[in-house]
């Protein structure tokens, strides 16, 4: 839903979706036009499964001139897209899921490329400034850069074992029970609550812009509790 409400803060009026067949592509296409309502049109949904068929849809996407091209699906996949929008002189914003923050859709992608947009709940390290300390110790241990999905796994243990201390006989169960009725410390990523379902309360999904060094920077974020 995220990703509608940014398409319409960028203006769109027309966005055109592309999915790679997978349910994550659709599922992301979804929740996509939730966010847009009735604010913006959906000139075509098209599905392209592999590399070999991008061709013809190049052609569908140009002759359709959307205002966005949103795309759901994997890395490898979407960075060969975007690769040869750009080649055929297609400026539009691209903009998809998680899955574009892989190294496998940066590979097909230059840093000429500009317009790259995608929805994340896993901000870039600089945005945990409670993190710094964790950083400098990951740094010093393991002799490289930690992924923010490493600041989360930090959180998420000291959350286990702060709810195992607080139980005299600690169970599977138990434990499990805990997460979900208990406030907890507040983490390094931020306040440690959690839905009944298991998700966290309150969590913030980041539209995240690859710049012209490829580097992922905070274009925008938004509420899940909306």
Known sequence: KAAGEFL?????KSVLTLDD?????KTLITNLKSGLGSQASVVADLSVSQVADLELTIKAIN???????FYGGGPTLGGALLKQLRTSGNQAPFVGGNRLSSAAFLKDITKATTGIYYT???????AYPKAKGFVKDFRNRWKREPSSLAVEAFDATNALLELISK???PTRLGVLAGLRKQ?????LSGPMVFATNGDRKNAIV????LGSD?????TAQFSSKR
Do not use: F, H, M
């Open 214 to 218: 490829l580097k992922p920077r905070i």
């Open 120 to 126: 994340e709940t896993l901000a870039p390290l600089a």
């Open 21 to 25: 067949s997978s349910a994550y592509g």
């Open 206 to 209: 980041y539209v995240i812009n």
């Open 63 to 69: 002759n359709l001139k959307p205002d966005v091209v």
């Open 183 to 187: 406030k907890l410390a507040v983490g």
């Open 167 to 169: 139980q005299p006989n």
């Open 8 to 12: 319409l803060s960028l203006g769109a």
